[in-house]
């Protein structure tokens, strides 16, 4: 408290400011959000995460995203976070796929072993190939960082332009959760003579599976 | 001018050809990274995004206090607490009590130039607490004992062999030379780590006033799980961190990027406001941002300089500086090196620290040009020049003064001589003395120095001193 009110004095003091005064308007925000159509937008995302080393899937529909997650892990232990999305697509019924857990150590302990992460996503940017997740009861934060591979399903209705249409619909993150992560790609490093290195502490493998809705939609 | 330029020490950097081949390769390909990404083709809007970056800073200097207050009450309203730190120790302080009430044994460390700026770790280590970097470049800087070499790539000297060396001596490990390889052993040693950790550490890249949200950029994934797993979350971060609003960070982030490694987003951006909420399954319970002064409220109250406290540690001044591509980043005596620290650490340390640091400059501007955030250090650096010739003027003049006061105090203890002294000094005052005061020396004495002394100041006229009177009174007393 006594470092409190002795750091606020001193900025005050360096500002010449009296206690209690509000701040002046600050610059109007600046965020640009480009008119493209979801096919532009799709075509900005894929080739952006493709050349992180991501893999980018579109899919005409649920069962299809099912079928192209069956096929990558083939029955090997996978934890699935409890987004609607993935129980749209029927991804907890897939073999060797876990979604329930008694309490948080199980949770952590199951995604220490998993071989697979499933999670859904807020939103995708195309601009960057990234993802956007809310921390919240539907989706655990450590589902897309502790296993090797991260799997993340999204209807395309969820692909924004990038960072700026994201700020502009959801102004205020803070508000919705305690946490917003923005996936850009694998984990990687270029910190042993700048050589890059995938899957340094998150996964090294991202699939990110974009599915058409365009019918449930209309 | 020059004292403490460590001449030997940059001599043998010189010297070292694989040194010298690693500097220069690495910074040269974070230069082509960046430049790919904010060319006009691909970027048209970069000039306009510097220009908003730059007003934006301007503008939360200015308006410093309303929006530390208003990021405490929002990161309050969140569930977390805020700490405030004049200095070093103060942060330590706190951080050790916290992890004594806490039962805390381990604590795991993401990279923050704040806490190498305050020594943190050094300071929990020595009360005998496990600290654990967990960058894969702060961590091989760890084991090997170093300060990091460069704001964003630590261990950007260290060939593979070395790291090999490295982990094979502080880990037990067989020695390994490929960095796949090695990522793997350090990813495997610190995950264990993550898991049972009880406090995570991190710093800050941006605090941002309407969410009370921390906001890290990092690429590896280590950031996320020191803010993951840990039952407690806490942030170390300069007061000049803060930025208004979340919507700002759409021109904070995209310049952050692309000036430090040269990505439009790094692969994980977390922006954390608060301890876990009802209902999550993983995340802080508990969560502390400590908001650290040192030294910078004294920078913000110079209106010019103060832009040094726009930086957000891109590291682009670095890698386009011939300077630090040359001499690297341990031949500068504090944390920041380059061009940023070369106008940082005077005005964090005092002038008359290291007072050749601005100097070590061929002012070529090519880190101005490069600047996300447009701070005009060539400038800056001619000011701090400046200074510093007139503060060691200042001092030159207190070398005389002492010198001065050193032949006083001779002479005082010479009873005899000073005796002798003021009889002559009286005898030559009394023709310009007026009424017993002396007003102004006479002749060529009434210069320099001591016409200015006595411009404001007269003086008794000097005549018989203290042993004289005595010497009388006794010899009246015993008459």
């Not at chain 2, 330029?5 to 010297?15: G, S």
């Not at chain 2, 040693?189 to 991190?202: C, E, M, N, P, S």
Request: one cysteine or more; charged letters at 25%; proline letters at 6%.
């Amino acid at each position: 408290m006594i470092s409190r009110d002795h750091i606020l004095n001193k900025v005050r003091t360096a500002l010449g400011h009296a206690v209690g005064r509000t701040a002046a308007a600050p610059p109007p925000v600046r965020l640009c959000v480009p008119a493209w159509t979801v096919e532009e937008r799709w075509q900005r995302f894929a080739s952006a995460l493709e050349k992180l080393g991501g893999n980018a899937v579109r899919v005409s529909e649920p069962a299809e995203a099912r079928r192209y997650v069956a096929g990558l892990t083939c029955g090997r232990a996978a934890v699935a976070s409890r987004s609607p999305f993935l129980e749209v697509c029927g991804i907890h019924q897939l073999a060797g796929v876990r979604r329930d857990f008694r309490d948080p150590a199980e949770l952590r302990a199951a995604c220490a072993e998993a071989e697979f992460g499933i999670t859904g996503a807020d939103y995708a940017l195309a601009d960057t190939g990234s993802l956007a997740v809310f921390a919240s009861p539907e989706e655990a934060r450590l589902i897309s960082l502790l296993p090797p591979v991260h799997i993340a399903l999204l209807p395309i209705s969820r692909l924004l332009t990038g960072l700026d249409e994201l700020l502009s619909l959801v102004p205020n993150p803070a508000e919705r959760s305690s946490a917003l992560i923005l996936i850009t790609g694998p984990s990687r490093t270029a910190d042993i003579e700048q050589i890059l290195v995938r899957g340094v502490h998150g996964p090294g493998e991202i699939h990110v599976i974009v599915v058409d809705d365009r019918e449930r939609r209309s | 001018m020059m004292t403490g330029y460590p001449r030997e020490q940059i001599r043998r950097t010189l010297a070292d050809p694989r040194l010298q081949e690693a500097i220069y390769s690495a910074t040269g390909r974070l230069m082509e990274h960046r430049r790919q990404v904010v060319a006009p083709e691909v970027l048209p809007d970069y000039q306009e995004l510097r220009e908003q970056a730059r007003r934006i800073k301007e503008h939360t200097l200015e308006n410093l206090d309303a929006y530390l207050e208003q990021f405490e009450a929002q990161v309050r309203a969140r569930g977390g607490e805020v700490i405030w730190a004049k200095d070093g120790p103060e942060v330590a302080d706190f951080v050790l009590d916290l992890a004594r009430r806490s039962n805390a044994r381990l604590l795991v460390k993401s990279k923050s130039m704040t806490t190498e700026e305050i020594g943190l770790r050094e300071r929990l280590e020595a009360q005998h607490f496990e600290v654990v970097e967990t960058d894969l470049g702060e961590y091989i800087i760890q084991l090997a004992q170093e300060r990091p070499y460069h704001i964003v790539a630590p261990a950007l000297h260290k060939t593979r062999e070395e790291v090999g060396e490295i982990f094979s001596q502080r880990l037990g490990v067989p020695r390994e030379n490929v960095p796949e390889r090695q990522t793997r052993i350090a990813r495997t040693v610190l995950r264990q780590k993550f898991l049972t950790a009880d406090i995570g550490i991190t710093g800050a890249n941006f605090l941002v006033a309407d969410s009370g949200a921390v906001v890290l950029v990092e690429n590896e994934g280590n950031a996320r799980l020191t803010t993951s797993a840990p039952r407690i979350h806490v942030a170390v971060a300069g007061i000049e961190k803060l930025i208004p609003r979340a919507q700002d960070l759409a021109v904070f982030l995209k310049l952050l990027g692309r000036s430090a490694t040269g990505q439009p987003l790094t692969v994980y951006t977390s922006i954390l406001s608060g301890p876990r909420r009802q209902g999550e399954w993983d995340g802080p319970e508990q969560f502390y941002v400590v908001l650290l002064d040192g030294g910078r409220s004294r920078v913000l109250a110079d209106r010019d300089k103060r832009q040094t406290l726009y930086c957000i540690r891109c590291g682009a001044c670095l890698n386009h500086c011939p300077v630090y591509r040359r001499i690297g980043g341990h031949n500068y005596p504090w944390i920041y090196s380059g061009p940023i620290g070369k106008i940082a650490s005077p005005q964090f340390q005092g002038l008359t620290e290291d007072p050749w640091l601005p100097f070590a400059s061929s002012l070529c501007g090519a880190c101005a040009e490069v600047c996300p955030v447009k701070i005009e250090i060539p400038r800056l650096l001619l000011e701090l020049r400046a200074e510093i010739v007139k503060a060691q003027a200042r001092e030159g003049q207190n070398r005389w003064e002492r010198l001065g006061f050193r032949l006083w105090s001779w002479v005082m203890t010479r009873p005899r001589l000073y005796e002798a002294l003021s009889l002559a000094a009286g005898l030559l005052a009394g023709e310009g003395s007026d009424q017993g005061w002396l007003r102004q020396l006479p002749g060529l004495l009434n210069a320099g120095p001591l016409r200015a002394w006595l411009d404001y100041r007269d003086l008794p006229v000097p005549g018989r001193s203290f042993r004289a009177l005595w010497r009388q009174r006794t010899a009246r007393v015993r008459e």
